[in-house]
């Protein structure tokens, strides 16, 4: 198992109390459902980098879904989510086979 790191952040009451409640609602204590929340958040945060990434033309496909951490099938399924559209070439395809 990893070495765990205690991290601190400052909110306000009414945040706090609506960490609370949904941790409640999900069965959870305030502790694992802000770890799960924040998971989550990372994980949207790195999906929506790469996907702007490659909405941009900076990135190929292969590398967006390596920037977010998820597999490139993953990344194809949630491509509607981020608005975004294939733009695969032939070119993409061989930087790609090399990788």
Do not use: N
Not at 24 to 33: H, I, L, N, Y
Not at 54 to 81: D, K, N
């Amino acid at each position: 198992m990893a070495a765990t790191v205690t991290v601190s952040m400052r909110l306000s009451k009414p945040e706090v109390k609506q960490i609370e409640r949904m941790a409640a609602e999900v069965g959870s204590d305030r502790s694992a459902f802000m770890k799960q929340a924040l998971r989550r958040g990372c994980a949207e945060a790195l999906f929506e980098h790469a996907a702007q990434a490659y909405r941009r033309g900076e990135v190929t496909l292969s590398r967006a879904a390596e920037l977010a951490h998820i597999p490139l099938r993953e990344f194809l399924l949630r491509m509607r989510e981020g608005a975004l559209e294939l733009t695969y070439s032939v070119q993409d395809l061989a930087k790609d086979l090399q990788s």
